[in-house]
């Protein structure tokens, strides 16, 4: 126990002797440059304590991004598997993905679907969320900390266990709530069974683009509307598995509420006077104001929201982890990264899917800024 002590002692007194170096030397080679250039000698003092103080983080970015960055390019042109050093391979890892490997496709696709589908679900119960916290209510206070509760509970193990819990089809804390509304709220039950009915369709469709058989969305047609007694099959089902991360996302969106929250008050309340003075109702001040002068959160809102989804990890790690044969229908694209990564140790592999992903992200990313000018306003 005491050798581990000293062992951990040294490394750290290692550590802020390297740090103390580094500024140093970083810090004499930035003044050495400044007198080059003829600059005074309080500029190059002024230089000299500049850079010694950058250098701690300059030298981090470079060791802990810089250098592991260079490092997993290289290694996506290779076949890497540990514990065999790497051979360079050149494209031969983009071209498996991108051609042959049907496992990425699927997990893009499902990448792809939480996209389209969850983010857009998430940025609008954050904007009503908003809407509502945003009224003169009593413990308004209270009701925007709940709501932004999630966020800083984040999508950790524990959490997303509890989850796994609410979302089982038979004893889960969801659908006790629905087989409860159905029995107190006949009407409810029919509204059940129709959304049932649609996100199976729906979801059965997407499996079969995924796949290229499409008998499961056969069989769900031939079977027409479930039976009065039927539930979501959350965590049971292929056709359930994306409903329900879906859900999480739209749990977690504490933080876009805070930024639609910032925007709304923002918004000058002599706009709304004068358009009620002129005769506008709720809906269009609502439509004509509030939603314009939102748009610069939106965008916000949907580029970090577009990052966040296409980098989805925890949720499906979570939820699959004890469901290896729904893992197809629900895997990301960083969960297969991780899978092939850290699972099968298949290292070049994994950071060429890392290097795609990139792209990918930086891809849409570029788009949306390319289409900003055509629908964010800064003002009216």
């Known amino acids: 126990m005491v050798h581990a002590y000293v062992h951990t002692l040294i490394w750290a007194a290692g550590t802020v002797l390297f740090i103390l170096l580094c500024s140093l030397a970083m810090g004499g080679v930035a003044r050495w440059l400044a007198r080059w250039r003829g600059l005074s000698r309080i500029r190059q003092e002024d230089v000299f304590g500049g850079y010694a103080f950058a250098a701690p983080w300059i030298v981090g970015f470079v060791i802990f991004v810089v250098a592991p960055t260079a490092a997993s390019l290289y290694w996506s042109f290779t076949s890497y598997r540990l514990p065999n050093p790497p051979v360079f ?6 071209l498996k993905l991108l051609l042959r490997d049907m496992d990425f496709r699927a997990a893009l696709l499902n990448t792809l679907y939480l996209t389209v589908f969850g983010l857009p679900a998430q940025m609008v119960v954050a904007l009503a969320l908003a809407l509502m916290l945003n009224q003169r209510i009593r413990g308004r206070g209270l009701y925007r900390a709940a709501f932004y509760m999630p966020v800083f509970l984040g999508t950790n193990a524990a959490v ?13 804390f969801l659908n006790q709530i629905l087989r409860l509304l159905s029995e107190v709220f006949p009407p409810f039950r029919a ?27 056969q069989r769900v047609w031939q079977a027409g509307l479930p ?3 039927r539930v979501p099959l959350w965590l049971e089902h292929p056709l359930w598995l994306k409903m329900a991360i879906i859900l999480l996302m ?8 805070l930024i639609y929250l910032a925007a709304l008050n923002s918004i000058p309340r002599e706009l709304h006077e004068a358009a ?27 580029i970090v929201g577009l990052i966040a989804t296409m980098q989805m990890f925890e949720q499906p790690y979570v939820l699959l982890r004890d469901r290896p044969t729904l893992a197809q229908a629900g895997h990301t694209v960083v969960y297969y990264l991780w899978r092939a990564t850290f699972r099968f140790n298949e290292i070049g592999y994994g ?30």
């Open 89 to 94: 391979v050149g494209l031969a890892n983009y």
């Open 160 to 172: 997303l266990l509890s989850w796994v819990f609410m979302f089982n089809a038979n004893t889960g």
């Open 191 to 217: 509204l059940m069974q129709g959304f049932i009915f649609t996100v199976e369709v729906s979801n059965a469709t997407f499996l079969g683009i995924q796949t290229g058989n499409f008998t499961l969305l």
């Open 227 to 229: 039976g009065p007694e």
């Open 250 to 257: 739209i749990w977690s969106c504490g933080n876009m509420m």
């Open 276 to 302: 009620e003075v002129d005769g506008a109702g709720p809906w269009q001040r609502f439509r004509h104001i509030t939603l314009p002068l939102l748009s610069p959160a939106t965008f916000y809102n949907l």
């Open 351 to 380: 950071a060429a899917i890392s290097w795609i992903l990139t792209m990918l992200i930086m891809i849409v990313t570029l788009i949306q800024f390319r289409l900003e000018r055509r629908w964010v306003h800064y003002e009216l």
